[in-house]
């Protein structure tokens, strides 16, 4: 099958990853435990109604899992498999859970083992998410992020051979990926995905965070690994001994570096430091992002959140410029997620340089020997 490991069959799993994090100018990572930032930041537009909104659609979530999940159990709902290998990546609870940075390690692994990786993912607000589309067929894009969505089109940008599929129809951009010849798929959030089969889904999770769950506890019977943030250890072990089939790791979310908005030069996350900047994102988590900034002793003169995949009309990019100007920042800082719809959009800052906060997950060995596991030497039968 096209994507076995070919001639990196005999590289060690630990000389793969020590690759990939040379890669790194500089690497600070962020465990779990209390924010940083416990009080909200002084200028926010995102709607404190959310939690309301969120709390009834856990309510909603749980209970329609619970349902589908019972009639695949009952053999009424029938679960698809595709004819490559199925790796998940999902979590339990509402909103960002470092999924995006997860799946990009992954592919980087599958990569550097010599397998042609495709991810699938919805698509989320982009004009493909109901009709379906290929962003990127390895070789060149066919869209942006107004069709594929913004975490595709980031993946693409970081990963130009892999394969991007996007759309609400998961099972068929499968079928698509393997006849494209691509040896594997990573899903993107997956886990409540009960239509497609899977050879692994990797679940991750915060037991600190009070987001609003799509499922409870007990849905973790069904995965194969746990991700836990690094910094509950305690909660590690509670976990291995009440799902004892469950492979129970911790990550830590590290900084790698900065880059200026549309350009490729990377420069340490230190650089700026001392710098009047202003910071804003659209992301699940911001609390998250301005965490980050804090770790590598950046502290913005302007924080601004906007609401999780926002597509930054003209008016919030006009506001934007004007805050900085009157406040006389040096620059501005955002994330990856946030940059793919603003590399054409550059004008809007007055001149002001936008630099980009670069972010991977810190990740043990075992959890890529895991990973390594479902895809056997040449000629021999494929596992699952």
């Given at each position: 099958?096209?994507g076995e490991i070919?001639?990196?069959e005999g590289?060690k799993?630990?000389?793969?990853?020590?690759?990939?994090?040379?890669?790194?100018t500089?690497?600070?990572?962020i465990?779990?435990?209390?924010?940083?930032?416990?009080?909200?930041?002084p200028?926010?537009?995102?709607?404190?109604?959310?939690n309301?909104?969120l709390?009834?659609?856990s309510?909603v979530?749980?209970?329609?899992?619970?349902?589908k999940?019972?009639?695949?159990?009952?053999n009424?709902?029938?679960v698809?498999?595709?004819?490559?290998?199925?790796?998940?990546?999902?979590?339990?609870?509402?909103?960002g859970?470092?999924?995006?940075?997860?799946?990009?390690?992954i592919?980087?692994?599958?990569?550097?083992?010599?397998?042609?990786?495709a991810?699938?993912?919805?698509?989320?607000?982009?004009?493909?998410?109901k009709t379906?589309?290929?962003?990127?067929?390895?070789?060149?894009?066919?869209?942006?992020?107004?069709?594929?969505?913004?975490?595709?089109?980031l993946?693409?940008?970081?990963f130009?051979?892999?394969?991007?599929?996007?759309?609400?129809?998961?099972?068929?951009?499968?079928?698509?990926?393997?006849?494209?010849?691509?040896?594997?798929?990573?899903?993107?959030d997956?886990?409540?995905?009960?239509?497609?089969?899977?050879d692994?889904d990797?679940?991750?999770?915060?037991?600190?965070?009070?987001?609003?769950l799509?499922?409870?506890l007990?849905?973790l019977?069904?995965?194969?690994?746990?991700?836990?943030?690094?910094?509950?250890?305690?909660d590690?072990?509670?976990?291995?001994?009440?799902?004892p089939?469950?492979?129970?790791f911790?990550?830590?979310v590290v900084?790698?570096?900065?880059?200026?908005?549309?350009?490729?030069e990377?420069l340490?996350?230190?650089?700026?430091?001392?710098?009047?900047?202003?910071?804003?994102?659209?992301?699940a988590?911001?609390?998250?992002?301005?965490?980050?900034l804090?770790?590598?002793?950046?502290?913005?003169v302007?924080?601004?959140?906007?609401?999780d995949?926002?597509?930054y009309?003209?008016?919030?990019?006009?506001?934007?410029?004007?805050?900085a100007?009157a406040?006389r920042?040096?620059?501005?800082i955002?994330?990856?997620?946030?940059a793919?719809k603003?590399?054409?959009?550059?004008?809007?800052?007055?001149g002001?340089?936008?630099?980009?906060?670069?972010?991977?997950l810190?990740?043990p060995?075992?959890?890529f020997e895991?990973?390594?596991?479902?895809f056997?030497?040449?000629?021999e039968?494929?596992?699952?």
């Open positions: 099958m096209e070919n001639g990196a590289r799993g630990g000389e793969i990853r020590a690759a990939q994090k040379a890669e790194s500089q690497r600070v990572k465990s779990g435990g209390a924010s940083l930032f416990p009080e909200p930041p200028y926010s537009i995102v709607s404190r109604q959310m309301i909104l709390g009834a659609y309510l979530s749980r209970t329609a899992c619970r349902a999940y019972a009639l695949v159990k009952a009424i709902r029938s698809r498999r595709a004819p490559l290998p199925v790796l998940s990546v999902g979590n339990l609870t509402v909103g859970s470092e999924k995006t940075p997860l799946v990009m390690e592919l980087a692994f599958l990569e550097c083992r010599g397998i042609r990786p991810l699938v993912s919805r698509g989320y607000k982009g004009s493909w998410e379906g589309g290929v962003l990127s067929d390895g070789t060149r894009l066919f869209g942006g992020w107004e069709e594929a969505g913004d975490e595709p089109c993946i693409a940008r970081r130009p051979k892999a394969g991007i599929y996007v759309g609400k129809h998961r099972t068929r951009s499968c079928l698509a990926a393997s006849e494209a010849g691509f040896g594997a798929v990573v899903l993107d997956g886990f409540q995905h009960i239509g497609l089969a899977r692994l990797i679940v991750l999770h915060d037991p600190a965070s009070r987001a609003p799509r499922e409870g007990p849905a019977r069904r995965a194969g690994i746990l991700l836990l943030k690094m910094g509950h250890r305690a590690a072990s509670a976990f291995a001994a009440r799902f089939t469950l492979d129970v911790e990550y830590a900084v790698k570096d900065l880059s200026l908005l549309g350009d490729d990377v340490p996350p230190g650089a700026l430091v001392g710098d009047d900047l202003s910071a804003f994102c659209g992301i988590r911001p609390g998250r992002f301005f965490d980050l804090r770790g590598l002793r950046l502290g913005p302007i924080r601004t959140e906007f609401p995949h926002f597509p009309p003209d008016a919030a990019l006009e506001k934007l410029a004007a805050d100007a406040r920042v040096k620059a501005f955002t994330t990856e997620k946030d793919v603003l590399l054409d959009r550059t004008a809007f800052f007055r002001i340089p936008v630099y980009v906060l670069r972010i991977g810190d990740l060995e075992a959890f895991k990973i390594a596991g479902l056997p030497p040449k000629n039968a494929r596992l699952g």
